[in-house]
């Protein structure tokens, strides 16, 4: 973890190097005091000293008034709430209104009508322009074909040259990033050499009728210790109706290389299918894991799941809603369990849903007014806050507030946060993507570690 701490000071005189005040010594007169104006100063301290040791025999000292404790008032009012209660504080609290909390205001609504399960996910939209554009291959199965990533390509060029870039600028002019910004060179993540690893890229993990989704492996060639190799998961940001799996492929190969299993995994944007479909194929290609963990000598106890942005909504979900059978869904190898034992946000929406994805759009009403209920199923921070508790979170630059407010008022979870100081997309560009790396393995080899001790690194 890095942490760093600033100084403050109200008097401006007491800072590092700030003048001292003139001093001059004053004439011989005013050093002579009269005998007599000393010997009353003594007889004033002597009598204030007599009087404390008697009101201290008598039981009589003065003692401090005794002030409530506000933050710790603050919690045990928050923990006698039940959880609708709980939920409604959130919404409502300054503190976690200050991390950008996003979620729907519960007070003027009933009881959850989504406890036995959610409708049927169906597409954002039926206009032509939404649709997904998918290919039969020679398995009689539908894929998104390549040309699809290759179509998005101008959109992430588009979001490294008038955001990523002019944002990093910002931060080096401000010190907020110490790094030299003209010696700084820029690009979408290179796919690094894979020569040192088992590669395996787009194997079908879940097919629903004739549409197959796809999961890239990345394995070290590296024999795995006796538990096998911990597995680091990848769901790509991309505001939940866009983005492509092939973003994150240069990251899963650099943290392979560093003695993971890294697994990238393609799920259904809500052009195609809205909320849950994308949590239904997280969890499916956890069961994947399990199913194929022999084979690919994959260290079932240790799965972590992580995504930037949208994706790190998703990731958070497939983690917060464990052991929830309305989030295993649709999707095949249903006799293994999609429990996983932590999350990563990179940057990640976990306190933020999407008006889009859960139903909204196209002139429908908002669902964070309309179905504030469905609305906030889709938020992982929802999930936390309900069930007290959840699987270890590390947030990556974004959620020093939540990690805070969760940290204050949930029980049963660990939560950490990395200072990590490039701009939103860090994972998926040059030079920032090995520096997230580096500094990820620096905090996983700790034994500050939310994992301390169970990666097998």
Same mark, same amino acid.
């Given at each position: 973890?890095?942490?760093?701490?600033?100084?403050k000071?109200r008097n401006?005189?007491?800072?590092?190097?700030a %003048? *001292?005040?003139?001093?001059t010594? =004053?004439?011989?007169s &005013?050093?002579?005091?009269?005998?007599?104006?000393? #010997?009353?100063? $003594?007889?004033?301290?002597?009598?204030?000293?007599?009087?404390?040791?008697?009101?201290?025999?008598?039981?009589?000292?003065?003692?401090?008034?005794?002030?409530?404790?506000?933050?710790?008032?603050?919690?045990?009012?928050?923990?006698?709430?039940?959880?609708?209660?709980?939920?409604?504080?959130?919404?409502?609290?300054?503190e976690?209104l200050?991390?950008r909390?996003?979620?729907?205001?519960?007070s003027?609504?009933?009881?959850?009508?989504?406890?036995?399960?959610?409708?049927? %996910? *169906?597409?954002?939209?039926?206009? =032509?322009?939404?649709? &997904?554009?998918?290919?039969?291959?020679?398995?009689? #199965?539908?894929? $998104?074909?390549r040309?699809?990533?290759?179509?998005?390509?101008?959109?992430?060029?588009?979001?490294?040259?008038?955001?990523f870039?002019?944002?990093?600028k910002?931060?080096?002019?401000?010190?907020?990033?110490?790094?030299d910004?003209?010696t700084?060179?820029?690009?979408?993540?290179?796919?690094?050499?894979?020569?040192?690893?088992?590669?395996?890229?787009?194997?079908p993990?879940?097919?629903?009728?004739?549409r197959?989704?796809?999961?890239d492996l990345?394995?070290?060639?590296? %024999?795995?210790?006796?538990?096998?190799? =911990?597995?680091?998961?990848?769901?790509?940001?991309?505001?939940?109706?866009?983005?492509?799996?092939?973003?994150?492929?240069a990251?899963?190969?650099s943290?392979?290389?560093?003695g993971?299993?890294?697994?990238?995994?393609e799920?259904?944007?809500?052009?195609?299918?809205?909320f849950?479909?994308?949590?239904?194929?997280?969890?499916?290609?956890v069961?994947?894991?399990?199913?194929?963990?022999?084979?690919?000598?994959?260290?079932?106890?240790?799965?972590?799941?992580?995504?930037?942005?949208?994706?790190?909504?998703?990731?958070?979900?497939?983690?917060?809603?464990?052991?929830? %059978?309305?989030?295993?869904?649709?999707?095949?190898?249903?006799?293994?369990s999609s429990?996983?034992?932590?999350?990563?946000?990179?940057?990640?929406?976990?306190?933020?849903?999407?008006?889009?994805?859960?139903?909204?759009?196209?002139?429908?009403?908002?669902?964070?007014?309309?179905?504030?209920?469905?609305?906030?199923?889709?938020?992982?921070?929802?999930?936390?806050?309900?069930?007290?508790?959840?699987?270890?979170?590390?947030?990556?630059?974004?959620?020093?507030?939540?990690?805070?407010?969760?940290?204050?008022?949930?029980?049963?979870?660990?939560?950490?946060?990395?200072d990590?100081?490039?701009?939103?997309?860090?994972?998926?560009?040059?030079?920032?993507?090995?520096?997230?790396?580096?500094?990820?393995?620096?905090?996983?080899?700790?034994?500050?570690?939310?994992?301390a001790?169970?990666?097998?690194?």
């Open positions: 973890m890095i942490v760093q701490f600033t100084v000071t401006p005189l007491l800072k590092l190097g %003048p *001292r005040r003139n001093t010594l =004053p004439d011989q &005013t050093l002579e005091r009269p005998l007599l104006q000393m #010997l009353k100063g $003594k007889l004033i301290c002597t009598a204030l000293a007599v009087l404390c040791l008697v009101g201290m025999a008598q039981g009589q000292e003065a003692k401090p008034e005794n002030k409530p404790d506000v933050e710790e008032e603050s919690v045990k009012h928050f923990m006698a709430l039940s959880a609708k209660e709980k939920l409604i504080f959130a919404v409502q609290d300054k976690l200050a991390s909390a996003q979620m729907a205001d519960l003027g609504a009933g009881d959850n009508p989504y406890l036995k399960g959610f409708p049927a %996910p *169906r597409p954002y939209s039926t206009h =032509p322009n939404y649709a &997904t554009k998918l290919k039969t291959r020679t398995d009689g #199965l539908s894929y $998104k074909p040309s699809v990533y290759e179509e998005q390509l101008p959109g992430l060029q588009g979001f490294l040259a008038n955001n870039i002019p944002n990093v910002k931060y080096c002019e401000s010190g907020d990033l110490t790094a910004f003209n700084l060179k820029f690009a979408i993540a290179a796919r690094p050499n894979t020569d040192d690893l088992n590669v395996q890229e787009d194997i993990y879940n097919v629903l009728g004739k197959a989704l796809v999961l990345y394995l070290p060639k590296a %024999p795995p210790n006796s538990e096998g190799y =911990p597995v680091l998961m990848f769901f790509h940001g991309g505001g939940w109706l866009g983005g492509h799996h092939y973003s994150n492929r990251v899963a190969i943290m392979a290389k560093q993971f299993a890294t697994i990238v995994v799920y259904r944007l809500g052009k195609e299918a809205i849950p479909a994308a949590v239904w194929d997280g969890k499916a290609a069961r994947w894991v399990r199913k194929h963990a022999e084979k690919y000598h994959l260290d079932t106890n240790m799965i972590l799941v992580s995504g930037g942005s949208a994706g790190g909504n998703i990731a958070g979900l497939v983690g917060m809603t464990k052991g929830d %059978p309305r989030f295993e869904g649709d999707g095949n190898h249903k006799e293994f429990d996983v034992h932590g999350v990563i946000a990179y940057d990640g929406a976990v306190h933020q849903g999407s008006s889009g994805w859960t139903g909204g759009g196209e002139g429908r009403p908002k669902p964070v007014e309309a179905d504030p209920w469905f609305y906030n199923e889709a938020i992982p921070l929802f999930h936390i806050i309900h069930k007290d508790g959840g699987v270890p979170i590390l947030f990556v630059k974004g959620g020093r507030p939540l990690h805070l407010w969760i940290q204050k008022y949930i029980n049963n979870i660990q939560v950490d946060w990395l990590h100081r490039w701009v939103h997309g860090f994972e998926v560009f040059d030079p920032s993507k090995d520096i997230l790396v580096e500094q990820l393995m620096e905090y996983f080899k700790s034994d500050q570690s939310l994992w001790g169970k990666l097998n690194l």
